[in-house]
């Protein structure tokens, strides 16, 4: 039995990150947790570019399909969540796998962050989803200028929520971080700007073809409104403004293909504030048996 010991495959969107944990869980007898705060919702699957069944090939996941996308996920959510999940898995004598885009999600596994406890403002909540993102930047800003500079400036629940803690209390409080009781050894993903810009293209047009926008619309028929849909951020908030006539076919693969690129850039800033993470190009097949070997040894 392995004790204690947990994987991250952690990276920019469009990395092959899912298909990299599926190939490390294959060797290490391991179950995947996802870190990605789309994915948790059923119906959002093209959209978040969710893995699919055959792509698993047989391997457990973990953090995918559990509610509505009517219903709020909070960090505090996931954190609970894949704690209890690395435990069970653990206790199968496997080696959980966190893999994922959500860097926030994965930080708060790794660092143990105790969150404020402040409770929900139903009242203050639904002024706020009348508001863009760009609106909650800008009420963020002169609450606290500190946690708008580095929160997701996109996701509009992160910055509902983090507006309503600096009513509550004054500012959004700096995190307390606790030591886990886990070790942990983190893969980072990472390609050359110019690749990734293009897999993005390509994987954005392949998801168009197979139907995200049908997807999306189906989500609000099944009653997500354009509201919520526009929270989510990137794909959701492009074609909601698409399938409402606001913009044009061509104007909204242009946005979206620019947004994602945006969101990616901000994904690595995340990502390499941490010096210990393990970085590898997927595509080469040395660096990623380089990887393997590592996180065999790690595991030892």
């Not at 947990?6 to 298909?19: M, N, R």
Request: aromatic residues 8%; glycine residues 6%; contains cysteine.
């Amino acid at each position: 039995m392995i004790n204690n010991k947990v994987i991250i495959i952690l990276g920019q969107t469009s990395t092959g990150k899912s298909d990299f944990a599926v190939e490390i869980a294959k060797q290490v007898n391991g179950e995947i947790i996802s870190a990605d705060s789309r994915q948790v919702y059923i119906g959002m699957d093209l959209g978040t570019g969710k893995i699919t069944k055959k792509e698993m090939r047989g391997v457990p996941h973990h953090l995918l399909d559990i509610l509505s996308p009517n219903k709020t996920f909070t960090v505090n959510d996931f954190q609970k969540i894949a704690n209890k999940k690395i435990e069970e898995i653990i206790k199968k004598g496997k080696v959980p796998i966190i893999c994922g885009g959500t860097g926030f999600y994965i930080d708060a596994v790794v660092d143990g962050t105790v969150f404020p406890n402040v409770p929900p403002n139903k009242k203050l909540r639904e002024e706020l989803s009348k508001k863009s993102s760009e609106e909650l930047l800008k009420i963020l800003i002169k609450l606290d200028k500190d946690r708008a500079e580095n929160i997701d400036i996109n996701n509009g629940v992160r910055l509902i929520r983090a507006i309503e803690i600096a009513k509550s209390l004054g500012s959004v409080p700096k995190t307390i971080k606790t030591e886990s009781k886990y070790q942990f050894l983190k893969v980072g993903l990472k390609l050359q700007p110019e690749i990734l810009k293009e897999r993005i293209k390509v994987r954005l047009l392949y998801r168009i073809k197979k139907g995200m926008i049908k997807e999306i619309e189906n989500l609000h028929e099944n009653g997500t409104t354009w509201k919520r849909l526009d929270t989510f951020g990137l794909e959701y908030r492009h074609v909601a403004l698409y399938l409402q006539n606001k913009i044009k076919k061509d104007e909204m693969v242009e946005k979206l293909y620019t947004d994602i690129w945006h969101f990616a850039k901000r994904q690595i800033t995340w990502f390499k504030r941490d010096s210990n993470t393990i970085w590898i190009d997927p595509r080469e097949n040395n660096q990623k048996i380089k990887a393997l070997n590592k996180i065999q040894e790690f595991l030892k």
